[in-house]
C-alpha cells in the first residue's frame, strides 16, 4: 500500500483521537461527524496535490467553455469590438465571485496580449478594487501596463436590477464581440443573457446558483455547470498542485457516492428488519 | 513584496483557518468572532468601500457630459438621480410630524373633528378618545412631506390648542417612514423600476424558449416536453385540460423523444396516431370522462417531474456545487490558489 | 398543404418583437378585464401544508416573519405577505416582524399598514417590525443566539425593551413559528440552516418560481413545512385563507395574487404555442433542406 496513504490515514485517526479526548473541554460537543468529514476532505485534497506536485500526471476531460476562452477574445478582436466581463452581483464574500475574479485575470491576460478593450461592470465597490488589482497584474505580466486603464472596471450599481439595466445598456451601446458571465447571478441572468445573444456576441457563462444555470445554458454559447466553473481557475493555470487538488475534489465526490449508497442500503437493511444498526443516528 | 503578497496572505490563512476550526473550539471568545464579528467586520469594510463605488460612478459620468461623449444625454439623468437620492436620504428629511397637548377646556371635539378630517377617519369620538386617554403629547397619526404642508393644519388647531409643535422622525428612521420623501422615492420610483425590469424576465424567457426549445435531439426533446408539462402545470389552467387532450400530448411527447431512435416516418406517424386513438377509445369505454386517472392530469404529472426528476437534478447539482465551494476555499485558505492577488 | 406550410414557417420565424407584442397583450388584456378568464385556484399539497400548519397555531402563539425581498419581486411575494398577515391576524397570533434585506423595511411597513388596520391590531401589543439589520447569516444566528444582542431598538426608533410583546422573547426558541417571505440571498436557506433546524424550530415560507428548486430539498426532508411557490403559491394561499375568514365570518378583501392569474395562465398557453409553431416550422424547413439535398 502507498505508505503516503497509510501516513495521511494514521494522522487522520490521530487528530481525530485528539478531538475525542479534549470534547467537551477544548472542543465542542456534537461535532465529530462534521469535523472528521472536514479533516477527510482536506487530507483527499491535499494528499492529491502533493501527488501532483511530485510529478504524477494527472488527466482532466476537456471543458470545451474554458478552451473557448481564448477563442472569443480572439473573435472580438478579429471583430474589432470589445469584450464585456460580468463577475456577477455577490460581493468578494462569496466564493463564486472570488472564482470568476480568478478567470476575469486570465481573460484580462489575453486581452492584453491581443489589444483588445476590456470592460468589466461591477455591482459592489470592494469587487472593482480586487478586479482593478487582477487587471493591472495581469496587463503587467503580458508586457502591455500602457494598455490597462482604472475605469475598464468600473461601478454601476449595487441594486440587483439597475445594475442588469446598466449592463444591457452597454450591451446595446457597445455591442461588444464576446461576453462572459462569470460569478454569482440571480434573477438578472437571463436578462443579461438575452440580451447579450440578441447582439449576436459569443457568450460564456458560469456560476454556482443552481436555479440560474438553465438559463445561461438556453442562451449562452458555453456554459460552465457546477464544479466545472469552480475548477476553472486551477484547470487554466495548469499548475501541478492546483490540477492536483481538482482530482481530489473528484475523488471526495466519489466518496460521497459511496457514503449515499451505503445509507440507502443499511438504513433499507434496518427497515427490513435485517440488522439493528440505524445509520441515520450517526447523522 | 511583502505588503502586496506576503501579509495579505498570512491574514487570508489565519483568518481563514480560525474561521473554519473555530466552529470546534469550546471557546467562547472565539465563538462570538466566528459566528458574529468575522461577518460584521465585512460588512463595515463594505459599507465605506460604497464611497468608492459611488464616486467612481459619478465621476465616469461626469465625465460623459463634460466632453460630450456618446450618449452624454443619458449620464445627465445618471446624476440627477444619484444627487436626488444623496438628497431625501441625506439633506432632506420630510418625514414631519404634529404633535399637540394642552387642548382648550371644552374644545375637545373641535380638535378631534379637525384631527380625524385630516386622517380621513370617519369617526371623531375614536380620535377624541385617545386625546383623553394621552398623558404625553398626542402625535396625529399623519406625516408630512414639506413643514409647508402641515402648517394649514396647524393654523387650524391652534385657536383650540396651548401646545403645538411641528417634529421629524429621527435620522434614519425617516427613511422608512410612510409619508418622507425617501419613502415616496421608493415607492414611486424604485419599486415601479425594479419591477419593470423583473417583468422583462416574462419576454426573454418566451423568446429564449422560443428560440432553443427545439426538437434536435433527444435530451432537447425532453426538455421540451418537460418545459411544456411544467409551464401548463404550473398554472389554473393546466387542471382545466381534459384527460384526452393530456393523451394527446403525451402520445406527441413520446414520439418526439422516439423520434431519434425510429427512422421510418411512416412508422413513426401510424404508432402516435395508433396510441391517440387507443388511449381515447379505452378512456370512453372505462368512464374517464366522470373520473379521468390521474397519470392524465397535467398538474399531477407536473408534481412528479419537480418532486423526482427536477429534485434529484438539483440536489446533485447542489452537491457537485458545495463540494467545488470546498475545494476552491481549501486552495484559497492554504495560500496554493493566489489568482485573486494577481499571483498566478 | 403549401399555404399551410407556409404559415407555419412564418408562425415560426417571427420576429421576436412580435412576440414580445403577443405575451404583453396576453397578459395585459386579462389583467384590465379579468372577468374574461375566470379559472379555478386549486391549492397544491405544498400550499394547503403551509396553511394547515398555520392553521395549527393559537391565540396568542408567536410567530417570526421576515421579509426579505424588494420591488422586484413584490408582485410574487407581497401578495402572499398580506394573505398571510390577513391569517395571521384573524387568528389572533402575535406577530414579529425581521428584515435580512434592506428594502424588506418597506416591504414590511407597507404589509404591515395594509393590513392592521382592517383587523384593529395595534403595534407594540399585536405586531412589531424589529426592521433590517446587515449580516446575512449572522443576523439569523444571532436572532437565533440573543435577539438584544442585534437589536436595541425597532423600525420606529422605540426601545425594544419598552415595546410590551417583547417581553418574554429572548431568542428564536421564544417563538412557535417561523415564516421566511424570501427572494434569494439571504433568506430561507440561512433561516434553515443557522436557527430553525438546529433550534427544532418548525418553519415555512414563500419563495419566487426560481427559487423553488432550490428550496424544494428542505421541503421534501422536512426541514421547511410546505412552501408557497411563486404567483400560484400565493394565489392559492389566498383562496385557503379566503375561505377560512368566510367561516369565521370575517369581511374578505380580494388578494391580487388571484387577479393575475389569469394573465400569468394565458401567457403561459401562448409562450407553449409558439414553441409548438416554432418546431413545426423547424421539422418544416428541415424537411425541405434535405428535399433539396436529393
Known sequence: MNNKVVIWSVLFLGVMGLYILGEGTIFVEGARLLFASIILVSITIYYYIDRASSGEDIYLRKIP?????????????????????????????????????????????????????????????????????ICKESYLKSGRPDLYYDDMVHYISDEQFAYAAGVNGIMEREKPAACFYLGKFYAESLILAETGNSIGAIQIAGTGSPSQIPFFVTACDYTLIGEEFFTASAYLSNKPELV????????????????????????????????AFDILSLF | MLLKRHIPLMILIGVGL??????????????????????????????????????????IQLMKIIKKQKNWQYSILAVIGFAFAIFAGFFYRGANFITLSDVKDGQLAVVSAIIAEEINESNPHLIQTKLEASQTAFEIDKIYMTSESAKSVIEKLHPYVDTIELKSKPWGAHVQTKGSLFYWMFINIITPLGATMFALLAFFVASASYRAFRIRNFEATLLLVAG????????????????????????????????PFIKERSLLLGLTSGGIIIIIICGTFMGWNQHPPELLSIPVIQDWIFAYPTMAGSRALMIGIALGIVATSFRIIIGLDKSFLGDK | MEIMKRI????????????????????????????????????????????????????????????????STKPEIHPMSIAILKHLFAKNIQVYGFALWPDGNFMSTEAFSEVSH??????????????YKPGAEAVVKGIAADIRALYTVDLKGTPIDDIPMMKDVVNVENFDFVFSLSAGFPGSTEWVQYACDPKNIPMSTGVTSIQVTDILPYVENGQIRGILAGM????????????????????????KASGMMAAQSIAHVVIVLFII??????????????????
Open chain 3, 232 to 255: 400560484p403559491g400565493a394565489a392559492e394561499y389566498e383562496s385557503l385563507v379566503e375561505a377560512a375568514l368566510k367561516e369565521m365570518d370575517l369581511s374578505v378583501k380580494p388578494g
Open chain 2, 228 to 259: 411544456i408539462i411544467l409551464m401548463l402545470g404550473r398554472v389554473p389552467i393546466g387542471g382545466l385540460i381534459p384527460w384526452w387532450a393530456v393523451s394527446i400530448i403525451l402520445m406527441f411527447g413520446i414520439s418526439a423523444i422516439s423520434a
Open chain 1, 244 to 275: 492536483g487538488s481538482i482530482k481530489g475534489q473528484d475523488i471526495v465526490k466519489l466518496l460521497v457516492m459511496i457514503a449515499m449508497v451505503l445509507t440507502v442500503v443499511f438504513n433499507g437493511l434496518y427497515q427490513a428488519g435485517w440488522i
Open chain 1, 65 to 133: 467553455g474554458l478552451q473557448a476562452l481564448e477563442e472569443a477574445v480572439g473573435r472580438a478582436t478579429e471583430m474589432g469590438k470589445s469584450v464585456l466581463f460580468v463577475p456577477g452581483i455577490m460581493d468578494l464574500d462569496q466564493v463564486e465571485t472570488v472564482t470568476g475574479l480568478n478567470l476575469l485575470g486570465h481573460v484580462a491576460e489575453y486581452t492584453a496580449q491581443y489589444e483588445t478593450s476590456l470592460n468589466v461592470p461591477v455591482s459592489r465597490s470592494i469587487v472593482m478594487e480586487a478586479g482593478r488589482e
Open chain 2, 18 to 59: 480560525l474561521t473554519l476550526f473555530g466552529h470546534f473550539i469550546n471557546n467562547e471568545g472565539i465563538q462570538n468572532f466566528v459566528n458574529n464579528d468575522a461577518t460584521q467586520w465585512f460588512d463595515i469594510i463594505a459599507s465605506f468601500a460604497i464611497f468608492l463605488g459611488a464616486l467612481n460612478m459619478l465621476k
Open chain 3, 277 to 294: 409553431f416554432g418546431n413545426i416550422t423547424y421539422y418544416i424547413t428541415r424537411k425541405n433542406k434535405g428535399e433539396d439535398k436529393i
Open chain 3, 8 to 71: 407555419f414557417i412564418l408562425l415560426g420565424s417571427l420576429d421576436r418583437r412580435i412576440i414580445f407584442l403577443i405575451v404583453g397583450l396576453s397578459v395585459l388584456i386579462p389583467l384590465l378585464k379579468p372577468e374574461w378568464v375566470n379559472l379555478p385556484i386549486r391549492p397544491r399539497p405544498e400550499s394547503q401544508i403551509v396553511f394547515n400548519e398555520i392553521n395549527k397555531l393559537n391565540e396568542g402563539d408567536k410567530i417570526l416573519l421576515s421579509f426579505e425581498y424588494g420591488p
Open chain 3, 118 to 131: 382592517d383587523y384593529g391590531k395595534k403595534y407594540g401589543i399585536d405586531y412589531v417590525n424589529l426592521g
